[in-house]
């Protein structure tokens, strides 16, 4: 069980550096947290949520979340998924009513977002990750370009400054901040975006394997960039056997899922509405730890 939970335990490791939208920190630029007391993998499947929030000044516990994922992983088929939800998704919120999802943390921080989630899904959240743009910007700085295959070419001057060509771009660090920022490039807006997110997560652990691959002596410095600027809950040991262990997990086993959604509004205020067919998808998420 134990070697179980380091396996799904060390993709979390590998998704601190994946995701962030958020200025210069003043508290951790990455936060790790256990979601319960007791962490007991479900049969030797773990859910992570990653969360990029929009503060522009430091990394608070009580901000907005501008990008929500659910990660998973069976440690047993060494199969996963990334399961991404639209950060205006109209939902319930514990303690507040009814709300747009990215408001779940404004009062009682990233455990009220993984509670809502919990909620909605079913699933049990085992850590919850969130991401601040200083640690972003450091972490791909010091790894180095990460390659992401573009479908359509993007150009986005007035919002992100993203101008990027079709086809396989190697980003550096503020090309990629600029692509997972970017949805007015896109028809569908956030519903694109948050799937780039999860595209780009993906990217980031074919880029971890290829290092070890190539150098297995990369892994240190992969360590190294994470213990700089994440807060982990976890004994450098852990965070070493967790590392090594990430290599093992095959990108191509990780599928990355949106949430089947709509646009509409409530009132004055433009939302997302979640579509009852995505109970089928939290259904096969939950009890396969898979997508």
Known sequence: ?????????????????????????????????RMHEQFQPNRGKIFVLVIGNDSREGNPRNS?????????????????????FPRDSWV???????SKMNEAMLVSGPENLARTLEGLTGIKIDYWVMTGFEGFMGIIDGLGRVTVNLPH???????????????????GHKSSLAYLRTRHSFGTGDLARTTNHGTYMISMLRKLREDVALNPAELLNWIALTKKFASFDMSSDELFRLAVLASQVPPK?????????????????????????????????RENGSL
């Open 1 to 33: 069980m134990r070697k179980r939970a380091a396996v799904l335990a060390t993709f979390l490791a590998s998704t601190i550096a994946f995701l962030s939208l958020v200025g210069p920190a003043v508290t951790a630029p990455v936060l790790v947290g």
């Open 153 to 171: 070419s993007i150009d986005d001057p007035t919002g992100s400054g993203a101008h990027l060509p079709a086809g396989k771009q190697n980003l």
């Open 253 to 285: 086993n990780v599928n990355n899922v949106t949430v089947p959604a709509s646009t509409g509004s409530v009132g004055a205020a433009s939302v997302v509405f979640i579509s009852p067919s995505a109970s089928s998808i939290y259904k096969r998420f």
């Open 92 to 98: 319930n919120i514990p303690g507040q009513g009814t």
């Open 64 to 84: 907005r979340a501008d990008a929500i994922h659910i990660v998973g992983i069976n440690t047993d088929t060494m199969k996963g998924g990334i399961l991404n």
